[in-house]
């Protein structure tokens, strides 16, 4: 198992069955850009608000991982996650736009580019519809894709690109603990509804599905990112 | 398989692992009442008025599983359900009820009984919490049991019994047709979620324990309409 | 007030705030091309099994306004609309399929353009995160956009357009019908939650701009439809 | 204003409209019990035991909040209070309860008393079927109602009460601000959907039923909590 496996089968399996669209959304001119510093600075600030206005469905998204919790271990993960979130994550782009003169409110009420909807609303979709579980399928590529962006480029980053920072953040034993934990987490909760053998449930192949398409929403993401305005 | 099965093995499969509450709520001393006759008519009339209230909840509980259907014959059955109950079963209580001089509004907006708000709330929660056949589990018993308990009165009760009208509805081929259409529907959302061997599945103990919850609230809303008031 | 504002004061004040989107999706390329013929069969074919997807989740959200119902006009009209959809809207797009060779599963599992997930996601969440009203702030722009865009191409479109059969079915008395009861139920619905001077509530702005945000997600659909693949 | 109206004239509100409701709740025997000493350390137990089942769902509801927030403060306040009871509020009852050899995990599983079903069930739906506020005002008697209880008993109870630390919990200043900070967001959120007069909006009654309601579930709780067993 690789250190970007994260100590999960679970994200290991789904990512595999998601092989193309993995690829696209992990190595994204976008990511290229962060890391070789070629990204132009409007579209990392117009990246970084509408980011800020995902990380707000984000934290809903978990905030509803804790209302469809079966256990302890999964309540608390997600109640972690969501305050993980909402006072911590959140504060590089508070802080990085501050600089700009955009306060948190105007953040907040930003206006959202349409494959954002489309990303946030189809996760928080997937947990009203299913199950805990489901809800996971399709909150992983963000939480584990935002690890493995983070961690290659740390190691691959010209020295001088200014995106460090942002690179530093998910790269940093902070966000890399969270995807342990999620990870570790996705595979008891994986276990407690799929049985010992988690593809040979009905159910895998919609589990796959799900992670495929919230993949091919963060290349969307990216898409909207490059083009540099809603 | 039984006639009262409904062709279903997961209805039966849950029954069985309810037995104890299962018989508490299907020969209940208020059922016995209807079918004998002894049942005081203020009885009744108050468990009308609460069980339209409980119907309007149950009709919401089935709207929620449109919202959580995976497949087209999931979703076929729900709506036809949803439709069933809001145009059709609840007439019987606002015709009968039109004759005591309550309109459906007041039976609209009747006050709840704690028993109504705890079964049909944890039916909304089971279904909010888990996916479509958590809910299913959920609303299981009080579908199937309604078949079980009009069509053993409908063998057993007295002649004269004023309740007549409450046993042809629930023995009649519409409902009892409910009955079948939802069991074999249960049966397939059951597979396309276990497996071919459900009970060997990991979530099997919470469904059976979801089912045997709610079959124990039927046994409080029998129990509330014995006492007779809210 | 003109026939086209199906004698809802609501509706009518929601589309002149969205002056601009409500334009772009009323008389877009998409609805011009069904009028005069010009819209290549591709695309229409295209459209309509996209449009089928649509139609699921559209079943799902009002089945949610079920849901969220807090009165029996408002319980009744949904669950009505949800039956409306699931077992007869759906069937136009179901024959015209079923004449190229596509089954109905086919079409509930076909690959969603993500101009249609953002659309039916957000309607999702509006509802999940909000009131009922809220829902049908998104909601309206579809019920309402296509009862006008159907009678107005009724009156405008070329005599040979071989989409008379789609006109006929939104011009027509069913379709324009269930405009004038939501219409109307949406009336009622705004005065029970905001008063008798809806647009003075502080709420007004929030709803103007949700039915806003749906309809610009409308105009992405029909461009999406444009574009002929998913 | 009194200092037991943690400066929320919404809540005071709600509470006047509730008023004899209010009373049996905050002055329940079971409240005098904890004040005086008299109440059976049994009933003490099994109250800690399903208040830890009500708080797991009472968390459930807050992270409900979450989903259902439309502003930055009304997110903050309720990821944090998601926080403050799933890692602190919840450690009073786990290390109680260790101490009489029950782990946190049969805390979890525990056979919840339909009483206890009742509340959380009809809180959770108070905010699936309504908006954030309509949330609020059912989780309300909760929140407020400990914090006066609390406060009162530090003031009245026997000084040799073996209830003193379950006292000292909710009149301390933690939980005390925690109402202070939720009064003062539930004026914001009344004033943001109702307008400057809020009992003025035709929503007023609903809501002022909905806290009226959740307050004769948590004199049921009460009462389950004398009674001694599920």
């Known amino acids: 198992m690789s250190a970007l496996d994260y100590s999960s089968t679970t994200f290991a399996a789904w990512r595999d069955a998601a092989k193309g669209p993995w690829q696209d959304y992990t190595q994204h001119a976008y990511v290229k850009g962060l890391g070789d510093g070629t990204l132009p600075k409007a579209n990392f600030l117009h990246y970084l608000i509408q980011?800020?206005?995902f990380l707000v469905h984000f934290s809903r998204a978990w905030?509803?991982?804790?209302?469809?919790?079966?256990?302890?271990?999964?309540?608390?993960?997600?109640?972690?996650?969501?305050?993980?979130?909402?006072?911590?994550?959140?504060?590089?782009?508070?802080?990085?736009?501050a600089k700009e003169g955009i306060s948190?409110?105007?953040?907040?009420?930003?206006?959202?580019?349409?494959?954002?909807?489309?990303?946030?609303?189809?996760?928080?979709?997937?947990?009203?519809?299913?199950?805990?579980?489901?809800?996971?399928?399709?909150?992983?590529?963000?939480?584990f894709g935002y690890g493995v962006i983070g961690?290659?480029?740390?190691?691959?980053?010209?020295?001088?690109?200014?995106?460090?920072?942002?690179?530093?953040?998910?790269?940093g034993d902070d966000y890399?603990?969270?995807?342990?934990?999620?990870?570790?987490?996705?595979?008891?909760?994986?276990?407690?509804?799929?049985?010992?053998?988690?593809?040979?449930?009905?159910?895998?192949?919609?589990l796959c599905d799900t992670f495929t398409k919230a993949t091919r929403l963060e290349v969307g993401f990216w898409e909207m990112a490059m083009r540099g305005h809603p």
């Open 51 to 53: 980011d800020y206005v």
């Open 63 to 97: 905030a509803l991982a804790v209302v469809k919790s079966n256990t302890l271990d999964e309540m608390k993960t997600a109640a972690g996650t969501v305050d993980a979130l909402v006072n911590h994550e959140m504060q590089l782009h508070v802080e990085t736009c």
């Open 104 to 143: 948190e409110d105007q953040l907040f009420n930003a206006v959202e580019a349409p494959e954002n909807m489309a990303y946030t609303r189809f996760v928080m979709d997937a947990g009203l519809s299913g199950d805990f579980l489901d809800l996971m399928a399709a909150l992983a590529p963000c939480v």
């Open 151 to 171: 961690r290659t480029l740390s190691e691959t980053a010209a020295p001088d690109t200014p995106y460090q920072e942002w690179i530093d953040t998910y790269s």
């Open 176 to 206: 890399q603990g969270v995807c342990l934990s999620v990870g570790e987490m996705i595979d008891k909760a994986a276990q407690a509804r799929l049985g010992d053998n988690p593809t040979n449930n009905p159910r895998w192949k919609s």
